[in-house]
């Protein structure tokens, strides 16, 4: 559901840059998170951490070979640092520049508007933990599938879901 942001019982989200300075502090805290870590081979395993009303911040684990696939954040605003390991990102750049693919090593940050979509995956050959932060927290999540056209929309996923 969006934030009606005239209510005056609104929370305003928090901006991109804000919620990658959260991401990245924490990382540099392990001694807060490091213990709650596990590592699932069937699928990512996944913690959230904080729950304000005006962001929320998960803990996820990445084995070889496990991804997100395209997907976007409900028009959430997000962050996320990989604090162990590596990963490759995915973005759609826009129709005038395809396919973008980042290395993001250990220490690396992303940080992204509302509108954002991407697949994060380990194609390395070690387990990657990452920490994510959205605002407003996650209501819904798309899942998309990339054809030759594009990007289509496969999937719906509420809270229910994760």
Do not use: C
């Not at 070979?65 to 826009?94: C, I, K, N, P, Y």
């Not at 998309?144 to 879901?161: C, D, H, K, S």
């Amino acid at each position: 559901m969006p934030v009606d942001l005239a209510s005056p019982h609104a929370v305003k989200p928090l901006s991109p840059n804000a919620l990658r300075a959260i991401v990245r502090d924490l990382a540099e805290r392990p001694e807060e998170w490091i213990h709650r870590v596990r590592l699932a081979h069937a699928d990512r395993w996944y913690e959230r951490l904080v729950a304000a009303d005006d962001h929320e911040v998960w803990l996820i684990s990445w084995l070889p070979g496990q991804s997100t696939g395209f997907h976007d954040h409900g028009g959430a605003r997000g962050a996320f640092t990989v604090a162990l390991g590596e990963l490759e990102e995915l973005a759609l750049a826009g129709p005038d520049h395809g396919l973008t693919v980042r290395r993001l090593a250990s220490g690396a940050h992303r940080a992204f508007g509302p509108q954002y979509l991407h697949d994060v995956r380990n194609t390395s050959t070690g387990p990657a933990v990452t920490l994510h932060a959205y605002s407003p927290p996650l209501s819904t999540m798309s899942r998309y599938e990339l054809r030759a056209g594009g990007l289509v929309r496969t999937a719906v996923e509420g809270p229910e879901q994760w």
